[in-house]
């Protein structure tokens, strides 16, 4: 198969084409499984296998995709048909930034693959889950396990020949209840990662058991609780959330693709301009966030992106200066000619497709916040006059340009005088984001800081869902909008 | 090609049954082309075919599945994966209640909603087509964005109970154009939905974006005040909206659970304005409908909501089945929904501009990145986005920068729906996460709701 590609990529390249590239999957695999107040309502498997060629030509790509694999002359054509009739409508000739030609392997790190644990072990695990979670007050409980397995081989025109074999665990746990309004309330566990590692062996009964107990217990605290004040307070954003925000004005905001305006008509676009960088004050000088691609345990990470460019370590935010995004080889080369400076020196190794049947964009890998100096969460809340503690992810929406927000969470906690005082239930906040992120008024130190994962980040058309990861510490934000 | 694929699963049906694996096979075929403009270029030109097999095999109150992505000339891949359900499902735990396994008592095939002319459009067709609406638009600022998405579908099913199989096969479009100011970052849009080729006329969406484009080119923008408005919505707008009160409103599965924001003491009761009636029409072809839902119950038109009264829940065959309640032929893809109509006259955005005004009216035409908020009172949230317009008492008009609604579905839908116009617009709201499905709702082009309130407006783009 592989001989077979690297004779269509030839042959195209010979036929006049640019640049050409395959991403042939051998397989895909995914096991999901999925326990609702006790019953095995999912048990499924999934594998598919297939080949998608990327081919540039007079500047403009074209793209074809099958899992077929009999007839690869037929496909690489399709792509360079493709390719032709996208050279007829070119305003800016696509280039590709620079790379070395690589012959690399990357194999996640996995103690127990996922795909080899007997089904009735799992849903053994679920089965314990169900009975923790098994309380009254507990109207709706569910387990959930995801698990996927791929391999990826690439090869270009460029000579880099790269494969990646990649596991991926998705554990979760989530109880819902309704109050005496009739209005339901959830509260949800799914794992930081903390070990080195991405497989079965992530998934830690004990810290399960003792977080089931935790969120059920919160549940029935919200309730009874009172509604959230509608008034400005401090917000203390825990990981659960942190992450989320970080994600959604942080992560999409700084996707290079999105600045320069190729997803406004779907996804939207950006405030940042190419003449921000370096010089906009996105937040406070206690906000510093990176886009790494190196953390071992996290589904951000993957070797090499569908570009065959290596994972990297990238400032995003530096002291609060903007200073980064997340990039492409196309992208750059297009934001340094339009910007008429280099502003990027190479792609961040942020290309990604979620399938052999999709186009590879970018996409975040784990876009994280550094810890802070500001103490445990129990030093910021101390430090808090007037606050409001916020945990969980009910409800996310975001301006088109990322510039503004309105995030609903699971569950409250007001702060008065440096203590906790009670929990609240439809909390809510928003805000304007540079104006959030320059109220950023204490960070957490190293033991608050947590690695979340997101297995569903929405992109693109046609759309893909992409894993990547976010590693974040508690984070205080002054005088913002609450309960609205 | 249907007959292979009918006795591909025939084949199936009776390897199984060798096997002793009591199973339902579901059979999804797309061949789908994207092209995608953005910066007045194509920035994307694809073509996907794909076809997916799931495979569920049964065991008593024990069920598991299987799905694959694969090819017709792989009978064996495909008897393998019938070979894994029936092992996985061995190991799985019983249900507490018995799922419905199938049985279809005629073949059912139905193409009405193929139009072989639309499946088969050629990449010259979609680029002259997007040439056209964009026609003298375009300017070194004013770039050219959107996507022409077209394809066909097969959706095909079968089981080990009975002999017959469903197949049904569509066609569809979905355009959507974007004039978008690269430096001042605001956007302008027009869309278009088809099932068949003659829908296509993009000479409509060059006047809509001709008309907004000389608003935004020619008229600063405002911060509008905050407070509550009398707004009209567009067709995306209001098909959004729809789309998620179809989400969190009707499934009686969804109420069970606890999860839905209609109630079971609602059904008969007023809910929403008498001007309001939402229909499940499969009928309609512009829906790209499924006239036979996948546990073979004949669909027909079902009222969800009558004048504003709530008629009932519709049910999912595996709800029905763990809640003890009837089927409604709701084991579909999606719905054929359809807002009926009112009577005010205005049919473009042209002619609702004309028509006086008593007050000052924030036209919306759509919505982004709508949520959730509060799911049991259908509270969502979102921000106008594409070609907002204060409509001024005085005549005047104002382009505003983007504004945040957050509402109750109750109150958009309430007695605050001043009219709906009687033109119909088809709102695409097609998502193409995973397998092909076209969607669509059927909508009045515009609907007016007064006293809503603006919780946020951006003081830029």
């Known amino acids: 198969m592989l001989k077979d590609l690297k004779q269509q990529i030839e042959r195209l390249r010979a036929a006049g084409a640019t640049y050409v590239d395959a991403r042939w999957y051998p397989y895909e695999e995914s096991n999901a499984l999925t326990m609702w107040n006790g019953n095995l309502k999912d048990a499924s498997s999934?594998?598919?296998?297939?080949?998608?060629?990327?081919?540039?030509?007079?500047?403009?790509?074209?793209?074809?995709?099958?899992?077929?694999?009999?007839?690869?002359?037929?496909?690489?054509?399709?792509?360079?048909?493709?390719?032709?009739?996208?050279?007829?409508?070119?305003?800016?000739?696509?280039?590709?930034?620079?790379?070395?030609?690589?012959?690399?392997?990357?194999?996640?790190?996995?103690?127990?693959?996922?795909?080899?644990?007997?089904?009735?072990?799992?849903?053994?695990?679920?089965?314990?889950?169900?009975?923790?979670?098994?309380?009254?007050?507990?109207?709706?409980?569910?387990?959930?396990?995801?698990?996927?397995?791929?391999?990826?081989?690439?090869?270009?025109?460029?000579?880099?020949?790269?494969?990646?074999?990649?596991?991926?665990?998705?554990?979760?746990?989530?109880?819902?209840?309704?109050?005496?309004?009739?209005?339901?309330?959830?509260?949800?566990?799914?794992?930081?990662?903390?070990?080195?590692?991405?497989?079965?062996?992530?998934?830690?009964?004990?810290?399960?058991?003792?977080?089931?107990?935790?969120?059920?217990?919160?549940?029935?605290?919200?309730?009874?609780?009172?509604?959230?004040?509608?008034?400005?307070?401090?917000?203390?954003?825990?990981?659960?959330?942190?992450?989320?925000q970080t994600h959604e004005t942080i992560g999409h905001a700084l996707e290079l693709d999105r600045i320069l305006g190729y997803e406004l008509a779907y996804a939207g676009g950006s405030f940042v301009t190419l003449d921000d960088f370096g010089k906009l004050r996105y937040g406070s000088p206690k906000l510093t966030a990176r886009a790494d691609a190196t953390l071992t345990n996290t589904p951000g990470s993957f070797g090499y992106d569908d570009d065959g460019v290596p994972a990297q370590d990238n400032l995003l935010i530096d002291k609060g200066i903007l200073v980064g995004a997340i990039t492409g080889r196309q992208m750059v080369e297009e934001a340094n000619a339009r910007a008429k400076k280099q502003i990027f020196k190479g792609s961040s190794g942020a290309n990604r497709a979620t399938a052999f049947y999709r186009v590879p964009i970018e996409r975040m890998t784990n876009i994280n916040i550094d810890p802070g100096e500001d103490g445990t969460l129990d030093d910021i809340v101390k430090s808090t006059e007037r606050g409001i503690i916020l945990d969980g992810t009910k409800s996310w929406s975001i301006g088109s340009n990322r510039e503004q927000f309105h995030f609903a969470t699971d569950i409250g906690w007001l702060v008065e005088d440096g203590k906790i005082q009670q929990v609240v239930k439809n909390s809510t906040y928003k805000g304007d984001t540079l104006k959030f992120y320059n109220s950023l008024s204490a960070v957490g130190d190293k033991s608050t800081w947590q690695v979340e994962y997101v297995n569903n980040c929405g992109k693109g058309q046609p759309n893909q869902i992409m894993q990547l990861g976010h590693g974040v510490p508690v984070c205080r934000f002054d005088n913002v909008r609450i309960g609205e | 090609m249907k007959e292979k694929i009918l006795q591909i699963l025939a084949d199936l049906r009776a390897y199984a049954i060798g096997k002793g694996i009591e199973a339902t096979f579901f059979y999804h075929e797309e061949d789908s082309y994207l092209m995608r403009f953005a910066n007045s270029a194509i920035s994307l030109n694809t073509n996907e075919h794909l076809i997916r097999l799931e495979i569920t095999a049964y065991e008593g109150r024990k069920r598991a599945s299987y799905a694959l992505i694969t090819d017709l000339g792989k009978l064996e891949e495909m008897k393998q994966g019938i070979d894994i359900a029936g092992e996985m499902v061995k190991h799985a735990q019983p249900l507490n209640y018995d799922p419905t396994i199938p049985v279809y008592t005629e073949t059912f095939v139905d193409e009405g909603g193929f139009d072989p002319a639309l499946a088969s459009l050629s990449n010259e067709e979609r680029l002259a087509y997007f040439n056209r609406l964009a026609g003298n638009l375009e300017t070194n600022d004013v770039k050219l964005g959107g996507i022409f998405s077209s394809g066909s579908n097969i959706v095909a099913a079968a089981n080990t109970r009975s002999e017959h199989s469903i197949y049904i096969k569509t066609s569809d479009a979905q355009v959507t154009a974007v004039l978008s100011h690269a430096k001042l970052k605001w956007e302008v849009i027009a869309e278009q939905s088809a099932w068949q080729k003659s829908d296509l006329t993009p000479e409509a969406l060059h006047d809509d974006l001709a008309f907004l484009l000389e608003r935004y080119q020619n008229d600063a923008p405002q911060q509008i005040p905050l407070g509550r408005y009398d707004i009209v919505f567009g067709p995306a707008a209001t098909g959004d909206l729809i789309s998620f009160m179809n989400w969190i409103g009707f499934s009686g599965g969804a109420l069970k659970r606890g999860f839905s924001c209609l109630k079971e003491e609602q059904v008969g009761q007023k809910v929403f304005s008498d001007k309001f009636t939402l229909l499940d029409e499969p009928a309609r072809l512009e829906t790209f409908p499924s006239k036979i839902d996948l546990m073979g119950i004949k669909r027909s038109t079902f009222p969800l909501i009558e004048n504003g009264v709530f008629k009932g829940f519709t049910w999912y065959q595996d709800d029905a089945d763990e809640f003890g309640a009837q089927p409604t032929g709701h084991t579909v893809m999606h719905k054929s929904l359809w807002l009926k109509p009112g009577d005010f006259p205005a049919a473009t955005l042209r002619e609702l501009i004309e028509q006086p005004r008593d007050n000052d009216i924030l036209y919306i035409p759509y919505l982004h990145y709508m949520n959730l908020v509060n799911p049991s009172k259908g509270v969502v949230t979102a921000s106008s986005r594409f070609g907002a317009l204060l409509l001024k008492k005085d005549g005047s008009i104002v382009v505003p920068y983007n504004v945040r609604v957050t509402q109750s579905l109750f109150d958009i839908f309430g007695d605050k729906v001043a009219w709906m116009s009687k033109a119909e617009t088809v709102n695409n709201t097609s998502s193409s996460y995973g397998a092909r499905n076209p969607t669509s709702v059927i909508l009045p082009t515009f609907i007016r709701v007064n006293d809503l309130e603006i919780s946020h407006s951006n003081s830029s783009y």
């Open chain 1, 46 to 244: 999934s594998r598919e296998s297939g080949v998608g060629i990327r081919v540039l030509y007079k500047g403009a790509w074209g793209f074809s995709a099958s899992s077929d694999v009999s007839n690869p002359t037929g496909l690489f054509d399709k792509a360079f048909d493709n390719a032709r009739i996208s050279a007829e409508r070119v305003t800016f000739p696509i280039r590709l930034a620079e790379k070395d030609a690589l012959q690399a392997t990357f194999n996640s790190p996995t103690k127990i693959d996922p795909f080899v644990v007997s089904l009735s072990d799992k849903i053994s695990f679920l089965k314990e889950m169900d009975e923790k979670l098994n309380q009254p007050g507990v109207l709706q409980r569910v387990g959930e396990l995801i698990f996927m397995r791929k391999q990826i081989v690439f090869v270009d025109s460029e000579g880099s020949e790269i494969e990646k074999n990649i596991v991926e665990v998705f554990p979760g746990i989530m109880v819902m209840g309704v109050d005496e309004q009739g209005v339901s309330h959830q509260r949800s566990f799914s794992p930081g990662r903390i070990a080195d590692t991405r497989g079965w062996e992530t998934i830690d009964r004990g810290i399960f058991l003792e977080n089931a107990e935790r969120i059920v217990r919160e549940m029935k605290e919200v309730l009874v609780a009172d509604e959230c004040p509608k008034e400005d307070r401090s917000v203390i954003l825990l990981p659960g959330i942190m992450f989320l």
